[in-house]
C-alpha cells in the first residue's frame, strides 16, 4: 500500500499498522477500503475519513491550519492506515478513540474549547430525536448550567436542510461532560461527526450554532460544505 | 440590371453576365439551370474591406430541399461556384448532402455571414446556353427587413445586474424573424432612475418598470429591388424592463409542523417550511445559491423566551430559489402547562439585500403560524 502526502511518498507496511498509542480498538473486523483525497482541506478529509470508513468522528478545531491542503492516497486501506497519514500532515492535532468515537483534538487546546467541552452536566435526558435535535437540546443543557439564571426556553431559526431525520435516544447521562454527551450522540447515529469550532470566551449566551456542528454522513461521501451547517466566520476569525 | 454579354463571331454561341454592382447582406431570387444545353457558374465578390464568410443556398423541389455552401472571402476576392459540378461531381455540402444528380433548376439566395461587417457581397452570374436559344438567369434582388422588434418584449432582473437584449428583425423576403443586433447602435430607456441601456445590455437601477428603445441602420430592401439595398433608419418595436426588487416570502410548502425535542420541564414547537422570495410583480426569484440570512424582533412575548438572544442562521437557496425556513422553540411557560404567544418580525436578506415585506411569526405552544398560515 502507498500513501502520498505532499510530494512525498511514504510506504506503509499494513501489517505494521498497529496504532497502540492511538488506542484504537481491535475487535473490529477490518474494514478496507480505498480512501483518496487531493489538496482537500484537512477537515474536509477528516470527515470524508469517517463517511468512507463509516466511523463517527468529532474534530475540536483550534486554528486554520485544519484547512490547509492535504493529499492522501490509499489503496485497500484500513482507517488505522489512513489517520495516522492525515495526521501527520496535521502536526499540531492527534487523535483518540474514545468508546468507538475518533477524536481529533489539538495538542494544545485553547482555554474556551478546554471550558466548554469540560463543562460537566449534572443529568442530560436526550428525547427521541434527530442529531439536530439533540444538539440543541445539549445547548439547553449547557445554558443551564453556565447562566446565573436558568433560562426560560430558547427560540431559534434555521435555514440549513435537516440532512438526516433519524431519531436517536431516548438516552440518559450522569455526570458526563460536553464532549461525552456530543460523542454520544454521533456514536448512536453511527455516521455522523461532530465539530466544535473556536468557541467565544463567554459561553453564557452564546447560540448553539456557535458552538457545535453535528454532522450526518453522506453515502457516497460528499464534501463538508455540502453536508451541512459549518459557520465557515468562525474559522476565519482564528488568530495565527 | 446590368448584363455583360460576350458572344462567337457568327453571334449563335454566347454568354451573358447579369451581375448586381450593390453590396448587400442578403440576397434572394436568383435562378439557375443546368442540364445538357444549359449551366450556370456564380461567382460572388466581396467588395468589402475586410474578410468576410458568403453563405450560397440553393433551393430546389419547390424549396423544399437546400443544399449550403459556406465558404471565406477575403476582401476583393471571389468565390466561383460551377452547379454543373457541383451536381454530377456529388460534392457534398456544409450539412453533407448532396445535390440529385437528375436535378436541372432551382433558386439560389446569397448571404453574408460577416456579422457587423455584413454588406460587402456582390454577385455575378454566368448563365451558358451550350446551343442556340436564349440563355436562361435571373437576377439577385436585395432583401432587406421591414420591420423589428426588441427581444425579450419584456425582461425582469435585479437592482445592480445586467439583462441582455437582442432586436429580431423580419426578413422581407423570407419572412423570418432574424437577429439583427448588429445594426443596432443607438439604444436607450423609458427610465434611467429605474434601468439603464447600452448596446444591447439593460441594468437595473432600482425598482420599477420602463421601456428599452433600440435604432439603427437597417437595410430595407423588399426583394423586388435589385438595383439598390439601402439602408434606413429603424425604430424596433419598443419592448418593457422590469427591475425587480426582493418584495415579500412566499411558502412552498411545510415539510413538517411538530412538537419540539426539549429539555424536561420545557415544551415547545418545530415547524419547517419551504419558501421562495417574490418580487414586487408577485414573481419568485429562481436563482439557487443566494444566501438567506435574517434579522429577528420581538412583539409581545407571552411565551416568555429569551428574544434578545435568537439564534438566527444562514442557508442558500436551492432547487430554483428554494430555500429552508425553520422556526423552533421551547418555553418553561409550555412546559408548565400554560399558554401564550410570542410574535415575531423576521426581515429576511436575499443575497444581502432586504426583502421589503418581513415576515410575521407567531409562536404558541401547540403552533407555529408563519404570516398567518
Not at chain 2, 159 to 171: K, P, S
Not at chain 2, 213 to 237: F, I, T, W
Request: charged fraction near 15%; include cysteine.
Amino acid at each position: 500500500m502507498m500513501i502520498v502526502r505532499g510530494r512525498q511518498c511514504v510506504l506503509l507496511a499494513v501489517a505494521c499498522m498497529v496504532l497502540v498509542s492511538s488506542g484504537f480498538a481491535q475487535d473490529r473486523p477490518v474494514f478496507r477500503s480505498d480512501f483518496i483525497v487531493r489538496d482537500a482541506s484537512a477537515l474536509d478529509a477528516l470527515i470524508r475519513l469517517g463517511e468512507v470508513y463509516r466511523r463517527p468522528i468529532g474534530v475540536i478545531v483550534t486554528d486554520k491550519s485544519i484547512l490547509a491542503p492535504v493529499t492522501v492516497r490509499a489503496i485497500s486501506a484500513t482507517i488505522q492506515d489512513v489517520l495516522p497519514a492525515l495526521l501527520k500532515q496535521l502536526p499540531k492535532y492527534r487523535s483518540e478513540e474514545v468508546r468507538g468515537v475518533i477524536v481529533v483534538r489539538p495538542i494544545s487546546p485553547a482555554a474556551p474549547l478546554r471550558q466548554l467541552l469540560s463543562v460537566r452536566l449534572k443529568e442530560f435526558d436526550a428525547p427521541k430525536a434527530n442529531i439536530v435535535q439533540i444538539g440543541r437540546v445539549l445547548w439547553m443543557e449547557l445554558r443551564r448550567n453556565v447562566d446565573p439564571v436558568p433560562p426560560s426556553g430558547f427560540f431559534g431559526i434555521s435555514h440549513e436542510p435537516i440532512m438526516d431525520q433519524t431519531a436517536i435516544g431516548p438516552f440518559h447521562l450522569a455526570g458526563a461532560n460536553v464532549e461525552d454527551v456530543l460523542s454520544e450522540i454521533v456514536r448512536r447515529h453511527g455516521a455522523a461527526a461532530w465539530l466544535v469550532l473556536s468557541p467565544p470566551k463567554q459561553l453564557s449566551g452564546v447560540t448553539s450554532n456557535r458552538l457545535w456542528n453535528l454532522v450526518t454522513y453522506a453515502n457516497p461521501p460528499k464534501p463538508l460544505e455540502k453536508l451541512c451547517c459549518v459557520n465557515w466566520s468562525d474559522l476565519e476569525s482564528f488568530e495565527e | 440590371m446590368a448584363i455583360a454579354s460576350s458572344y462567337d463571331s457568327t453571334g449563335r454561341y454566347g454568354a451573358q453576365t447579369p451581375f448586381n454592382d450593390q453590396l448587400a447582406p442578403f440576397w434572394a431570387g436568383g435562378q439557375w439551370q443546368v442540364d445538357a444545353t444549359h449551366n450556370s457558374i456564380v461567382a460572388i465578390t466581396n467588395g468589402g474591406s475586410k474578410q468576410t464568410t458568403a453563405r450560397l443556398t440553393l433551393h430546389y423541389n419547390g424549396g423544399t430541399s437546400n443544399y449550403v455552401i459556406e465558404q471565406p472571402i477575403a476582401a476583393g476576392d471571389q468565390m466561383w461556384l460551377n452547379f454543373a459540378d457541383l451536381i454530377q461531381k456529388s460534392v457534398p455540402d456544409k450539412n453533407g448532402n448532396k445535390l440529385p444528380a437528375g436535378l436541372t433548376s432551382g433558386t439560389y439566395d446569397l448571404r453574408d455571414l460577416g456579422g457587423e461587417n455584413a454588406g460587402s457581397l456582390f454577385e455575378g452570374k454566368v448563365a451558358l446556353d451550350k446551343t442556340l436559344g436564349h440563355l436562361a438567369y435571373g437576377c439577385m434582388m436585395c432583401c432587406g427587413y421591414d420591420s423589428a422588434f426588441i427581444d425579450p418584449d419584456s425582461l425582469a432582473f435585479g437592482v445592480g445586474e445586467d439583462a441582455y437584449l437582442t432586436v429580431r428583425g423580419h426578413n422581407a423576403c423570407s419572412l423570418e424573424w432574424e437577429d439583427v443586433t448588429q445594426y443596432y447602435d443607438t439604444w436607450s430607456s423609458g427610465d434611467t432612475s429605474i434601468a439603464t441601456l447600452s448596446a444591447a445590455t439593460a441594468h437595473g437601477v432600482s425598482a420599477g418598470q420602463t421601456q428599452s428603445n433600440a435604432s439603427g441602420l437597417v437595410p430595407k430592401g423588399d426583394g423586388y429591388e435589385s438595383h439598390h439595398c439601402p439602408r434606413e433608419q429603424m425604430r424596433a418595436q419598443l419592448g418593457f424592463l422590469y427591475v425587480r426588487i426582493p418584495f415579500r416570502g412566499a411558502l412552498v410548502t411545510t415539510q413538517f409542523s411538530r412538537p419540539n425535542a426539549c429539555p424536561a420541564g420545557y415544551a415547545g414547537w418545530d415547524r419547517l417550511i419551504w419558501e421562495r422570495v417574490a418580487d414586487q410583480f408577485g414573481i419568485v426569484f429562481v436563482r439557487d445559491n443566494v444566501n438567506i440570512e435574517e434579522v429577528v424582533t420581538a412583539g409581545q412575548n407571552g411565551l416568555n423566551l429569551p428574544v434578545g438572544n435568537i439564534q438566527t442562521g444562514s442557508g442558500p437557496t436551492h432547487d430554483a430559489g428554494i430555500f429552508l425556513d425553520e422556526f423552533y422553540f421551547c418555553s418553561s411557560v409550555c412546559g408548565s402547562g400554560g399558554t401564550g404567544e410570542t410574535d415575531l418580525t423576521q426581515v429576511l436578506f436575499y443575497g444581502g439585500v432586504p426583502v421589503l415585506l418581513p415576515n410575521s411569526i407567531a409562536l404558541r405552544c401547540n403552533s407555529v403560524a408563519w404570516n398567518g398560515q
